[in-house]
């Protein structure tokens, strides 16, 4: 092993340039990625712990009856993940609509009977944003309940933001992640040519192919670990200035910046490492077939 690992040393010392190419390839697409993951990380973390902005209206028929109301009412308070249910008669809502609109309100004056149905106001707990479609439904197949009313065109639009966003992140990433292993693969086969002859040599005299490549292996195995650090420690920096820069009061409660998870980290070495290994495995088997 340790002479595998000296031959891979003088290998990277030989071609830095090459080597620096598959390290910096490497790291930019870990950066890509761990940035992705980072925003996608706290925009997620936002939603699912913003407490005031999940609400929806329970509008109910006309001919709903009060026990009919509060029937529904105690269903809907029984759901999971609902926090509170709150009884809105049509006169509030008309008292409400007109402080709203204020100099305009005299548009509402001319109104024979008040147009606004009864309606119940629920609150969702907080983090229950991806089911929010979900108890809508519920409570629309209720009895009396005329319509469900959750802004679904702006959740469905941001949502489709999101999943463009998650979406052109894999995409760049893999694409960075391909282009690595395709500059390590061109590294490790330079390098090999360039010890052609050496490498006869080595197999004249018996030596084995592994013991030959396992010097490439650790050389494409290095140049992934070392891009793998470079990147996460290029987008860690960049967590640390935007942490820093928040005040004390917006970097409490869901304002806090969170760094990419553990998990995510993982996966993130295991395929720079990995795309190291693959690259040089693909560059061996293509020089000893040849």
């Known amino acids: 092993m340790i002479p595998s690992l000296r031959r891979a040393i003088r290998d ?106 009864d309606s119940l106001e629920v609150d969702l707990k907080a983090g229950q944003v991806n089911q929010i479609a979900s108890i809508a439904g519920q409570i629309g197949a209720l009895t009396a309940v005329d319509s469900v009313e959750y802004g679904q065109q702006w959740m ?21 992640f391909i282009a690595s292993g395709l500059i390590i693969a061109n590294t490790a086969r330079l390098a090999l040519y360039s010890r052609r002859e050496e490498v006869e040599i080595m197999r004249l005299i018996g030596a084995t192919d592994r013991f030959i490549t396992a010097p490439f292996y650790i050389q494409s ?43 995510s980290i993982a996966v993130i070495i295991g395929c720079s490492i990995g795309i190291g290994w693959i690259g040089c495995f693909l560059s061996m088997k293509q020089f000893f077939r040849n």
Not at 229 to 258: C, D, H, K, N, P
């Open 156 to 176: 469905g639009r941001f949502a489709g933001l999101l999943n463009l966003f998650r979406f052109a992140g894999v995409i760049l990433g893999s694409l960075f």
């Open 12 to 117: 990277i010392n030989d071609n830095r340039f090459l080597n620096s190419v598959a390290v910096l390839t490497v790291a930019l697409s870990v950066l890509i990625t761990c940035a992705f993951s980072l925003i996608w990380t706290n925009v997620t973390h936002w939603i699912q712990t913003s407490e005031t902005s999940i609400r929806m209206l329970v509008y109910l028929k006309d001919d709903a009856s009060a026990l009919q109301r509060q029937d529904i009412q105690h269903r809907i308070q029984e759901m999971e993940g609902i926090l509170d249910v709150k009884f809105i008669p049509r006169a509030q809502a008309l008292e409400s609509l007109r402080s709203q609109l204020r100099q305009q309100a005299s548009l509402l004056e001319g109104l024979e009977e008040n147009p606004l149905p």
């Open 221 to 263: 195995l290095i140049q992934g670990a070392c891009g793998c650090g470079m990147g996460l420690s290029v987008i860690y920096a960049a967590y640390l200035y935007m942490s820093a820069r928040l005040t004390s009061e917006l970097a409490s409660g869901f304002w806090q910046i969170r760094f990419i998870s553990i998990e």
